[in-house]
């Protein structure tokens, strides 16, 4: 019989510590993060800032850009995962291992391909299978870096860890996404308040949230709090692992 997992919010609190504790770890993950979607956003910037329409030679550069972040994201997300694994090691990281994310590259692309038509099978039978495998298979990147098992072994010790405990692991993402999410559009909120004002007062400061500024400013704002989530994840899959 598994061990009860740690209450969530406790994850919750060991999670924000962490992240509070090692900003100078993070903020490498969360520059390059920055950076991807930095990279996927210029396109569509200067589209709409010049009123270009989409002819085939913008609709090509698009793609480019858009493959180039996505490239650079699955990068930095496996670094840094594998990072925090060994973080959880009790092992001295001081810095991204970039030979780690190319390696894992492929395969972590192999895994999100599987792993995305199962749950879209899924999905397409009913809305709630979709969300179970879903959630049976949320760690499957994460046993791919910790474990190296690939593909469809990758997806199977993923949902031996969660089998029977599902829901307990499914609450304990769901709080750690209103938390996270809500903390995440507050800062963002009173940034976006706080320059508006430095700008042009009041009526900037209430059209700060909704322009194409707003828009940047919380593609920054997500960018830096990305490494929270992994953070979270990794220390609930360590949690599942230790108590299975």
């Known amino acids: 019989?598994?061990?009860?997992?740690i209450s969530?919010?406790?994850?919750?609190?060991t999670s924000w510590d962490q992240f509070r504790n090692d900003w100078r770890f993070n903020l490498e993950g969360a520059v390059r993060f920055l950076i991807a979607n930095i990279i996927a956003a210029l396109p569509g910037a200067f589209i709409v800032k010049t009123a270009t329409d989409f002819t085939p030679t913008n609709t090509v550069i698009f793609l480019l850009f858009t493959i180039a972040s996505s490239v650079l994201l699955i990068h930095t997300s496996y670094s840094f995962t594998h990072a925090l694994l060994r973080k959880a090691a009790d092992q001295k990281v001081t810095a991204l291992d970039n030979a780690i994310g190319w390696k894992y590259f492929w395969p972590a692309i192999w895994v999100g391909i599987i792993q995305g038509f199962a749950i879209l099978g899924a999905t397409i039978l009913l809305i709630i299978p979709g969300i179970w495998l879903a959630g049976r298979l949320a760690f499957a990147n994460v046993v791919l870096l910790d474990e190296d098992k690939r593909g469809v072994e990758a997806l199977k010790r993923s949902s031996e860890l969660v089998k029977g405990r599902w829901w307990a692991a499914f609450w304990r993402s769901l709080a750690s996404g209103l938390v996270f999410g809500i903390l995440m559009v507050l800062v963002t909120l009173i940034l976006g308040a706080f320059i508006g004002l430095l700008v042009g007062g009041l009526g900037q400061a209430s059209e700060a949230s909704t322009s194409s500024f707003g828009q940047m400013l919380s593609a920054v704002v997500q960018s830096f709090f990305i490494p929270l989530f992994l953070i979270f994840t990794v220390r609930l899959y360590k949690n599942l692992k230790e108590t299975a």
């Open 8 to 13: 969530a919010g406790e994850l919750i609190r």
């Open 1 to 5: 019989m598994n061990k009860p997992l």
